[in-house]
């Protein structure tokens, strides 16, 4: 993390830069081109706003200014005048630095696991809709899939399903279709471990179709979350109400 303090020189700008290095972090007065490594603990010092302040601000340094407010290029993420009490303006500065440092909010259960699914769908072979799933249990991941041919077959990129290949509509000659579904691969790669998924949640990036369904529901998994719905499946929908199976949609872009 590298703060940038900038401004007039006055006492409070000395009281602030004490204040950072009893904190552990360095200084240096003069904005030397920074690398990634160097900039750990680095802080600035200098009279007036540098040429170069544009880049400076979209390196991500926390950018306080000490002194009267000015209009520079880009915004501060904090004016301090020295007008306010020492206290103040520590208190001020130490909360920003915190924050800085505690990053933005997690990602909720729901999202961290679709965000999951959604990566393992990048490994898809398939050259129609990419797919991914996860099943989780206790909140921890036991099995991934996504969707393409069968392990040791061509991949569906590559020629092995002649259905993708001939770019059959969607929903018409599913028989012939080679490929293996996302939710179909986790229930699989699990069975190939050795892994129970009974009781376990699956996280797909789209609503099981009626083939993954009954396979889920045998599988023992009790709930599904879909980010996006698939089309044709009224069915899959009746079928899980009626083996008493949650199904929610959970949208993530
Ligand atoms: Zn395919
Ligand atoms: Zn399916």
């Not at 991914?132 to 392990?151: E, F, H, L, Q």
């Not at 899959?236 to 872009?253: N, S």
């Amino acid at each position: 993390m590298i703060i940038g303090l900038f401004g007039e020189d006055s006492p409070l700008t000395l009281v602030l830069q004490n204040d950072l290095k009893e904190k552990g972090f360095g200084s240096c007065r003069s904005p030397q081109p920074l690398s990634r490594e160097q900039s750990q603990h680095l802080v600035f010092r200098k009279r007036q706003v540098p040429p170069d302040w544009e880049s400076l601000g979209q390196s991500g340094m926390v950018l306080v200014w000490v002194g009267e407010p000015v209009e520079p290029a880009v915004s501060f993420d904090l004016v301090l005048t020295p007008g306010q009490s020492d206290g103040e303006a520590l208190e001020k500065l130490t909360r920003l630095v915190r924050r800085k440092l505690t990053g933005p909010p997690r990602p909720s259960w729901d999202e961290y696991f679709m965000r999951i699914a959604q990566v393992a769908s990048t490994r898809s072979n398939c050259i129609k809709r990419k797919v991914g799933a996860v099943v989780v249990k206790d909140r921890r991941i036991v099995s991934t899939g996504y969707n393409g041919t069968p392990r040791g077959t061509r991949n569906c990129n590559e020629g092995g399903c002649p259905r993708c290949s001939a770019l059959a509509a969607s929903g018409t000659r599913l028989d012939e279709c080679l490929c293996s579904h996302a939710e179909e691969n986790a229930i699989t790669q699990a069975a190939y471990h050795g892994t129970s998924v009974k009781g376990g949640c699956l996280y797909s990036t789209f609503s099981p179709c009626l083939m993954c369904a009954k396979m889920i529901i045998n599988s023992g998994i009790v709930e599904v979350v879909f980010n996006m719905g698939y089309p044709l499946n009224d069915a899959t929908f009746w079928l899980f109400e009626e083996a008493g199976i949650k199904i929610r949609e959970y949208r993530i872009d």
